[in-house]
């Protein structure tokens, strides 16, 4: 029903940028809170930022200063804006949104992923 794909991702030296883009298709009625995380290997999927629908965004203290989300509600789409990478932001990047679909008469919401976009930052 509904597909998030991730973008962006790729090999950076330490102290450059990159930026991230999750795009969202299928039979979506509205896109409310949506959310970055990101896994590096060995390690659980820790949360990085969150926007919601009316652009209240949240980040982790690890990012803040660094990362910048934001979402584009006509293209149905969220960025990750990274500057200033550090070797300890390798990880995989995921994005995870609440969609609400409509299917005739009846709408539910519900939490969707996307499959990972890998960012690599050298030394």
């Known amino acids: 029903q509904v597909q998030l794909v991730e973008s962006g991702g790729g090999l950076v030296q330490a102290g450059g940028s990159l930026r991230l883009s999750c795009a969202a298709s299928g039979s979506i009625d509205r896109i409310n809170t949506i959310r970055w995380y990101r896994q590096a290997p060995g390690k659980q999927r820790d949360l990085v930022a969150t926007i919601t629908s009316t652009s209240s965004t949240n980040y982790a203290d690890s990012v803040k200063g660094r990362f910048t989300i934001s979402r584009d509600n006509a293209k149905n789409t969220t960025y990750l804006r990274m500057n200033s990478l550090k070797p300890e932001d390798t990880a995989v990047y995921y994005c995870?949104?609440?969609?609400?679909?409509?299917?005739?008469?009846?709408?539910?919401?519900?939490?969707?992923w996307g499959q990972g976009t890998q960012v690599t930052v050298s030394s």
């Open positions: 995870n949104a609440d969609v609400t679909v409509r299917l005739s008469y009846v709408y539910t919401t519900r939490g969707y």
